[in-house]
């Protein structure tokens, strides 16, 4: 894969797509740490879809840190799957809140409503949209990091 | 290796971060709830809302609670502990909040009883018997119904009286007065319109005899 490739730049490109790596697993983190201060610290209680985008998003965090050391070629393989599925969850529920997909559609008990709109940073940011930030930026970062460095 | 450095240097900064966070996020809002409890002391208290103790005791202990909630019943034999230690100086004036569902029928059965002197009796009853009638988090009246029988009431005046849409005014405007005064969870206690901000019977405890001191 590397022939032709001198060492440095063999380090080079090592360096970079640890890099990649490295902020993929920010994002996770920062979407971990995030999502418990909402439902933890601020008491805003997770409704189902909530914990669905939290079950594909929390494993990343720990799968990117082992990718890490020592940089694993093959981290693509094992985390876009799980980015991909919660980048799913994502924007269904982002439909959800935004009245694209009617309300009768949708899995959420009466009690915990998904569509009802919790918080809004800055007027516009909503949960939902963080979270498919998070998801893309990840996937991203994972398909550059494959077309680049390990093709 | 540096690379370890950085990441293990990251993970510290989220994790301090986000006590950071929380502890500002916390006392921020500790502060929000004390300045407007106190502007919203009309809120407090309804003139229908059930009193227990003295009339005339300086200290106030006002109580939003769910029939349904165990932590309320947990709490309940220690306020009534807490007004026997000090006697002639704490009353008790409860508030409903039913989060739990069907818990609002199980208000209207206490207030229906109340009608026919028998609000306390009703609701030691039924916090004696929680395990008879809550299924699931979910109240169920009529499992409730059947232990009424102890305590020998009318109980077709109590089943026309439970349809009052006094009562039902009643449970609406406590619910208003809870959002109103953010008291999201039950027990939520107010001693003299103070809010109870950290929660645990030793803290409340601590707010009713420092309002003790402060006004006998």
Same mark, same amino acid.
């Not at chain 2, 409340?204 to 309002?211: D, G, I, P, R, T």
């Given at each position: ?21 490295f902020t993929?697993w920010l994002?996770?983190m920062a979407?971990?740490f ?27 965090a720990?799968?990117f840190l082992?990718?890490m ?83 | 290796?540096?690379k370890n450095i950085i990441v293990v240097a990251t993970a510290i900064l989220f994790v301090v971060l ?17 300045? *407007?409890?106190? +502007? =919203? ?10 009193? /227990?103790?003295? %009339?005339? @005791? ?80 979910? *109240?169920?009246? +009529? =499992? ?10 009318? /109980?077709?005046? %109590?089943? @026309? ?56």
């Amino acid at each position: 894969m590397f022939n032709g490739m001198t060492q440095d730049k063999r380090k080079t490109a090592s360096q970079q797509g640890w890099i990649l790596i490295f902020t993929c697993w920010l994002i996770a983190m920062a979407a971990l740490f995030g999502s418990l201060f909402f439902s933890e610290v601020m008491g805003l209680k997770p409704c189902v879809l909530c914990w669905w985008q939290r079950i594909f998003i929390y494993p990343l965090a720990v799968l990117f840190l082992v990718g890490m050391f020592p940089l694993d070629r093959s981290v693509v393989r094992y985390t876009l799957p799980l980015a991909v599925i919660g980048l799913g969850f994502a924007i269904y529920h982002y439909l959800l809140y935004s009245g694209y997909i009617p309300e009768s559609l949708q899995p959420c008990s009466e009690d915990l409503s998904c569509t009802k709109i919790n918080l809004e940073l800055m007027g516009f940011v909503t949960i939902p949209m963080l979270s498919i930030f998070s998801y893309s930026a990840i996937i991203a970062l994972l398909l550059i990091f494959r077309k680049r460095f390990y093709p | 290796m540096k690379k370890n450095i950085i990441v293990v240097a990251t993970a510290i900064l989220f994790v301090v971060l986000f006590v950071a966070a929380a502890t500002l996020y916390n006392n921020k809002k500790n502060s929000d709830l004390s300045s *407007a409890s106190l +502007e =919203k002391i009309d809120s407090m208290q309804r003139d229908y809302s059930p009193k /227990m103790g003295p %009339l005339d @005791a300086k200290v106030t202990i006002v109580e939003f609670f769910d029939p349904a909630c165990g932590t309320c019943s947990v709490f309940y034999p220690f306020v009534k502990k807490l007004m026997n230690e000090n006697p002639g100086r704490v009353n008790l004036v409860l508030r409903y909040l039913p989060l739990h569902q069907n818990s609002d029928v199980i208000v209207s059965i206490f207030e229906a009883a109340r009608l026919q002197n028998r609000f306390w009796e009703t609701l030691e009853l039924a916090y004696k018997t929680r395990d008879a009638w809550i299924e699931h988090h979910v *109240a169920r009246p +009529e =499992k409730f119904w059947v232990q009424l029988g102890v305590l020998d009431l009318n /109980m077709q005046q %109590l089943e @026309a009286d439970m349809q009052s849409t006094e009562i039902a005014r009643r449970i609406k405007q406590d619910i208003q007065d809870a959002q109103y005064l953010k008291v999201s969870k039950t027990p939520g206690f107010f001693v003299n319109g103070k809010p109870l901000v950290h929660f645990g019977s030793q803290q409340l405890q601590q707010l009713v005899e420092s309002e003790i001191t402060e006004n006998y």
